[in-house]
């Protein structure tokens, strides 16, 4: 059973456009979420969490979004930049994100076309 | 800072061969280090964990005695794939959580490709 899913295999955004990748989880101890961007045969690079007290963290082009009630985030790029292009996961902790591994979800790759 | 690396980034071996992946954390001290694993167009699914100086816990379903993980030192965890079989092939990634500013995030190594024949 899934605990962190990620609809969208795929998405396909204009450059310069914004870029909107979904997250939802059912794990209610979730308390720290990820968003990491992979490219093919390279680890995950960490690019911006968020603590489930807060509901908006931003972090120049990168902002995420949290509404635990719907237990659900989003990761918003803008404007989107062909470098961008890559697989996106989403991932959780229930343990403010350091103390256990993370749940991952099956990740969203993100196309920019030009 | 908070480079992880991996260590080698590819091994083909044979099968019923014993394969060692060693995970270094280069500019901060590891107090966790996990160990996941992806196949093809799946999720990253964690292993184990390894806090150094002691034993790792594994995740349900992953055999302890087939993916032994030694945590020797604050920089370095090895995972050793024994016994490898063909179903053992996928790719594996570290991660290692620091102290202090590093806590609340895992930096991941760019990952050990193993193929097992």
């Known amino acids: 059973d899934q605990q962190v899913k990620q609809n969208s295999p795929s998405l396909s955004v204009q450059e310069g456009r914004i870029s909107i990748l979904n997250c939802d989880y059912t794990?209610?101890?979730?308390?720290?979420f990820l968003w990491y961007k992979k490219y093919p045969a390279e680890g995950p690079t960490f690019l911006i969490s968020?603590?489930?007290?807060?509901d908006k963290n931003e972090d120049g082009r990168f902002t995420v979004f949290l509404n635990k009630s719907a237990k659900h985030l989003s990761l918003h790029i803008v404007p989107s930049q062909p470098g961008d292009s890559a697989v996106y996961f989403c991932?959780?902790?229930?343990?403010?994100?350091?103390?256990?591994?993370?749940?991952f979800g099956k990740g969203t790759h993100l196309i920019i076309q030009p | 800072g908070a480079v992880v690396s991996q260590h080698p980034s590819w091994v083909i071996c044979k099968s019923g061969t014993s394969v060692k992946i060693e995970c270094r954390s280069l500019?901060?001290?590891?107090?966790?280090m996990f160990w996941y694993r992806q196949f093809p167009k799946q999720s990253l699914m964690l292993m184990a964990t390894?806090?150094?100086?002691?034993?790792?816990?594994?995740e349900q379903g992953v055999e302890k005695d087939k993916f032994l993980i030694n945590h020797a030192s604050l920089t370095l965890s090895t995972l050793t794939v024994t016994s490898a079989h063909p179903e053992d092939s996928s790719f594996y990634i570290c991660?290692?959580?620091?102290?202090?500013?590093?806590?609340?995030?895992?930096?991941f190594g760019p990952g050990t490709r193993l193929t097992v024949l």
């Open positions: 968020i603590s489930s007290i807060k």
């Open positions: 794990n209610s101890m979730f308390d720290y």
């Open positions: 500019d901060f001290q590891a107090t966790t």
């Open positions: 390894s806090n150094e100086g002691s034993k790792a816990t594994y």
């Open positions: 991932a959780a902790s229930e343990m403010g994100g350091g103390a256990d591994g993370l749940t």
């Open positions: 991660s290692a959580r620091g102290q202090a500013a590093y806590y609340n995030e895992q930096f």
